[in-house]
């Protein structure tokens, strides 16, 4: 096996990348490269050429820095079409790529565990994403001292029943009792509840629509419980420094 390895062989080429932060596919140009080649021997008188393109790639629309890697080898040749092409792209992402929030009030167990969600969607590691979904409901019940709930159970001779539980299906209902949430919400957050019991021990794959749901409305409960209180306070304040 032999190795050569170069530097700059690409830079200055432009090429059509999907932009991380534009989110469509714009023009890129290759701010440097390491560039590496070789050949290697796999049977008698029989030897794979290959190439490798390591590249630092700058969007020419927003100015966004990302990082891109091109290979290809003689096996992926076709004399027609030439080169078949691999491209990798980091980090990585689709028209589609959701965006991590900032929070700035939330709690900092909650942010770690909500950008670890975001990321496990965006590399379509779904059933983790399902879990991190409902690590995040366990979460913000944990960080607001919800210990347990009331919750309606049919007993064997068909009547309901009122019990105070301390899974997370009593804890949700401890939101809404605790005036963390309005009752709709506490519903909402039962499916997530659902979606992450799937994912956790059915091991069952949820769709990207429904995790994309799911992140939005995590998304908008934690506006709703961090960042629009602290908005309401620095706004009051405001109000009254111009009263003085």
């Given at each position: ?9 690409t ?5 059509q990348?999907i ?28 030897t ?19 990082f891109r ?31 991590t ?14 950008k ?18 409902r690590?995040?409901?366990?979460g913000?019940?944990k ?25 997370l299906?009593?804890?949700?209902n ?11 919400s ?6 997530h ?10 091991l ?11 992140i ?10 961090y960042?629009?209180p602290?908005k309401?306070?620095?706004?009051k ?6 009263e003085i």
């Open positions: 096996m032999s190795r050569k390895i170069e530097y700059n062989i830079k200055d080429k432009i090429i990348v932009c991380i932060t534009c989110k469509n596919r714009n023009r890129h140009k290759v701010l440097t490269s390491v560039d590496s080649s070789g050949e290697e021997d796999i049977a008698y008188n029989y794979i050429n290959w190439y490798i393109h390591h590249q630092i790639i700058e969007c020419q629309g927003c100015g966004s820095i990302s890697d091109e290979s290809s080898n003689s096996e992926d040749f076709d004399p027609e079409d030439g080169y078949n092409i691999t491209e990798l792209i980091y980090p990585k992402r689709t028209s589609n790529t959701w965006d929030k900032e929070f700035y009030n939330v709690p900092q167990n909650l942010r770690r565990i909500y670890e969600t975001i990321d496990c969607y965006n590399i379509d590691c779904l059933t983790l994403c399902g879990a991190g979904v690590a995040l409901v366990e913000l019940c960080e607001n001292n919800i210990l347990d709930g009331v919750v309606e159970e049919q007993k064997a001779d068909g009547t309901i029943g009122i019990k105070r539980k301390k899974d299906q009593g804890k949700i401890g939101l809404y009792e605790k005036g963390k949430l309005t009752k709709k506490a519903e909402i957050l039962h499916e509840r659902f979606l992450g019991n799937r994912a956790i021990h059915e069952s794959l949820p769709s990207k629509e429904e995790l994309g749901f799911a939005e409305i995590v998304e908008n409960v934690l506006d709703t419980l960042e629009i602290q309401a306070i620095q706004l304040t405001e109000r009254l420094k111009k």
